[in-house]
T-cell receptor, first 115, second 113 residues
Framework: AQSVTQPDIHITVSEGASLELRCNYS??????LFWYVQSPGQGLQLLLK??????LVQGIKGFEAEFKRSQSSFNLRKPSVHWSDAAEYFC?????????????FGSGTQLTVLP | KAGVTQTPRYLIKTRGQQVTLSCSPI?????VSWYQQTPGQGLQFLFE???????NKGNFPGRFSGRQFSNSRSEMNVSTLELGDSALYLC????????????FGSGTQLSVL
């Protein structure tokens, strides 16, 4: 069975600083990987996804993530954080069975941005 | 284009009751998935419906059920509610293909007293 680990429960950074959120996955085949962001009381918004091809993936809001098969990692990065980036971030791996799909999420990383 | 709409936004029930949650997907989307989000267990997959058929199911008891209508709208039902069922229930829609991204609604916050 697939699993996702986000080792950092809470991260605090200053506005303008760089950000890296860690994600490690366990999956038997080539994974489909995702990063989602959730603001309080809201649903999940997709930041970026990796299916195949280039291992450096660009997403919305200036985020990027790099797939490293050898490390089973898919870390999310942003060079300069904005106060509006404060939210909870979830990494997910997609299991595909036929044409069906289900996502397994990590436990999330809460990001606080200091002014 | 309207997003995924979930109703109601908040719900309060007592133990033993049953509840029905509704999800209207993005127009043209044929797949609807349901997830439960709790502080303790995080986000967990409940089930996915495509063209009125359940094609994937997570590890939840039979008290959790769902259905999808011909217009792709979906309902989720929880019978004999327990305190542990208190959660944010999220619905997501997509076109249904394996490479398609999921669009999530804002969820229904269920509180069981």
């Amino acid at each position: 069975a697939q699993s996702v680990t986000q080792p950092d429960i809470h991260i605090t950074v200053s506005e303008g600083a760089s950000l890296e959120l860690r994600c490690n996955y366990s999956y038997g085949a080539t994974p489909y990987l995702f990063w989602y962001v959730q603001s309080p009381g809201q649903g999940l918004q997709l930041l970026l996804k990796y299916f195949s091809g280039d291992t450096l993936v660009q997403g919305i809001k200036g985020f990027e993530a790099e797939f490293k098969r050898s490390q089973s990692s898919f870390n999310l990065r942003k060079p300069s954080v904005h106060w509006s980036d404060a939210a909870e971030y979830f990494c997910a791996v997609g299991a595909v069975s036929g044409s069906a799909r289900q996502l397994t999420f990590g436990s999330g990383t809460q990001l606080t941005v200091l002014p | 284009k309207a997003g995924v709409t979930q109703t109601p936004r908040y719900l309060i029930k007592t133990r033993g009751q049953q509840v029905t949650l509704s999800c209207s997907p993005i127009s043209g989307h044929r797949s609807v998935s349901w997830y439960q989000q709790t502080p303790g267990q995080g986000l967990q997959f409940l089930f996915e419906y495509f063209s009125e058929t359940q094609r994937n199911k997570g590890n939840f008891p039979g008290r959790f059920s769902g259905r999808q209508f011909s217009n792709s709208r979906s309902e989720m039902n929880v019978s004999t509610l327990e305190l542990g069922d208190s959660a944010l229930y999220l619905c997501a829609s997509s076109g249904g293909g394996a490479n398609e991204k999921l669009f999530f609604g804002s969820g229904t916050q269920l509180s069981v007293l």
